[in-house]
């Protein structure tokens, strides 16, 4: 029955679902315009499995990529969600950051362990990354709770104030309402860029979480501000495999369409969504495209990829009914008054 949607991509010559496309699209719309990330960790892998040549699904997706981080920047920028001050200089210090990446990379490739090293840095990353958010989950009431009996009875325990790096110059984020030092915030995104150089990846998954905890920015703005990033490396990406010829500019846009609608879904369900529980789902998110990566790494390619996929998808589905729930809640208060 879904022959009839099928079509015929020249570039990367082979016929196609269209509806694949779409729904593809359409669920990382979703995630990327919730999470704040791009989604090449679940588009590459599905569009490889269902026939595209690696080259072609991975610059394929970075131009749709592209198109759809416009749209997602575009809705959060709106809802107040984008510091286009702090996004301009995650673009300055990730840059430098990703080309030392990249010449670690080549020294590594040069002593023949690149691969494996690369690996295991990314399990180890995501692992790590994950099960802290899951940490900050379970104990958040209990981290409130100590914060409220402090302020009751300030004279119960007095402690030294924790001393911040005030290395001038300092900058003020307005949108954020962040102070913060200049060389702190050059120095999260130089880290964050050499990850995503040294890990080849586009770095949104790496970059939300450090917004959020080594620079202080509330959850919804880091997502914004994720996404304004993530649209300027997108660009860059699909401008390079592009003039290799690698871009099947058709998938793209049938991708698109799906993902122009599921980026509006998934920037709306972060008004209904309370910042604790952005970071519960983007920990499981993470943990579960870590447990990809370990299968990849143990030769269980088609299992990684299936697991990514059906991660992203079940997510999406959340996010969809988490979205619905909070809906239905907003039309019941405003019809009460």
Known sequence: MLEMFNVYLPIAELHFNAFILVAIGFSV????????VGGAWVVTPALNIFGFPMA???????????GKSIVATAKHRKMGNVDMKLGFLSIIGSVIGVEAGAQTVM???AK???GPVVRYTYMLLLFGLGIYMLYDYATKD???AAKAAKTANPGAAVMAPRKAWNLPPMVHFPVSGITISFWTVMGVFFFTGYLSGFLGVGGGFIRMPALIYLIGCPTAIA?????????FSGAYGCWTYGVKGAVDIIAALYMLVGASIGAQLGVTAVKYIRGYGIRLLFAIMIILAGTSVALKQFNLTTAAAWLVMS???????IIMFKLWVGFKKEKAEKMGL
């Open 112 to 114: 023949g362990f690149a």
């Open 107 to 109: 020294w590594l490739t």
């Open 29 to 36: 719309g979703v995630l990327g315009g919730f999470f704040g």
């Open 223 to 231: 997502v914004g501000t994720d996404l304004f990033s993530v649209l």
């Open 311 to 317: 991660a992203a998808l079940g997510m999406c589905a």
């Open 142 to 144: 209990k981290r409130a």
């Open 56 to 66: 072609y699904a991975i610059g394929t997706d970075l131009a749709h990529i592209f």
